[in-house]
């Protein structure tokens, strides 16, 4: 396996005390990436049969001019890192979760798909971002 074919880390990352998308609010907290905690009184454990997808106020986007990929809220941007959004991009509600992490599987063999999707996935639903 080449780099080219690792995927990237996963995450978003609100830039503290700066914006990510001019006149767009800063997004509160820690860059979401697999491994962060989550906090105190949530679980990011997903029930069984989970088909996740975007929660109906949030757009996946991709800015162009910043080349990054964008998650739009109400009131808010977060920037996405590494596999983030192509992650998210599997999440259309028809596919389980189990059906997600094959394909990541089959795209990047190799990598810790297994652990590191089921985490960030996690931390996305305890956040609101995915139902």
Known sequence: MTTADTPPALGTSPVPGTSPVPGAPVAPGAPVAPGAPVAPGTS??????????LAPAVSLRH?????????????RVVVLRGSAARILR????????????AELMSRFPGAPVAEDVPAFLGRMRTEGWVR
């Open 44 to 53: 990011s454990a997903a029930p069984a049969g989970w088909r996740p997808a």
């Open 90 to 101: 599997l999440c259309d509600g028809d596919r389980d979760l189990d059906a997600i992490v």
């Open 63 to 75: 800015d162009r001019v910043r080349d990054a990929d964008l998650l739009v809220l109400p009131e």
